[in-house]
């Protein structure tokens, strides 16, 4: 966690400074941008690993409530084996395309789900490409800022999955 705070700061710094001068820009209408701290899990029976990563994301409108959306992420602490934790493993980077629907449950609160096709890579050097999914929840600080929660599941098959629950902030111009 120590190692991750600097970069999310970064990050928030960056993208106030960024969004305070794309106010006036009309091609960031409509944009959405977001950062989230990525709780991973890495399954590989009989065993699981617990990275963590952040990860990244630009959406836009497309139709209605119905949004495109493109994630990037990378693993910043390799996880432990839940076996034997001197084995760890990290997740590399991860980069998805998304369509994303979301439904109002409150003037505040609405829900979302994302469907796409996602990159993943574990640190071994192994790439996994393939469906990915998610769902998620987020709460409106005020009508630009969010704050959100999601479940993704980036690779599940052949015996090894790989998912994150992630925690985060969006922002929307």
């Known amino acids: 966690m120590k190692k991750v705070a600097p970069w999310l ?7 106030g400074l960024s ?5 006036s820009t009309e091609i960031v209408q409509g944009l959405r941008f977001d950062v989230s701290y990525s709780l991973l899990n890495v399954t590989t029976s009989p065993t699981s ?16 409530n119905v949004e495109a959306e493109g994630l990037l992420g990378m693993g ?11 084995l760890t493993t990290q997740v590399g980077g991860f980069v998805g395309g998304y369509i994303k629907p979301s439904f109002q449950l409150s003037p505040t609160m609405a ?13 071994n050097g192994d790439t996994y490409y393939g469906l990915s999914a998610g769902l998620g929840l987020n ?3 005020d009508s630009n800022m969010r704050i959100y929660a999601d ?23």
């Open 76 to 86: 910043v602490q390799a996880g432990k084996n839940s076996v034997n934790p001197a």
């Open 19 to 23: 969004a305070a001068q794309a106010q």
């Open 151 to 173: 479940y993704t599941i980036y690779k599940i098959s052949d015996g090894l999955g790989i998912s994150g629950l992630h925690l985060g902030v969006n922002y929307g111009f």
């Open 9 to 15: 700061a970064a990050v928030a710094v960056l993208g």
């Open 49 to 64: 690993y617990d990275p963590v990563g952040i990860r990244v994301g630009i959406s836009k409108p497309v139709w209605g």
């Open 111 to 123: 829900g979302f789900a994302r469907v796409g096709l996602a990159s993943t890579q574990i640190k």
């Open 139 to 141: 709460y409106a600080l």
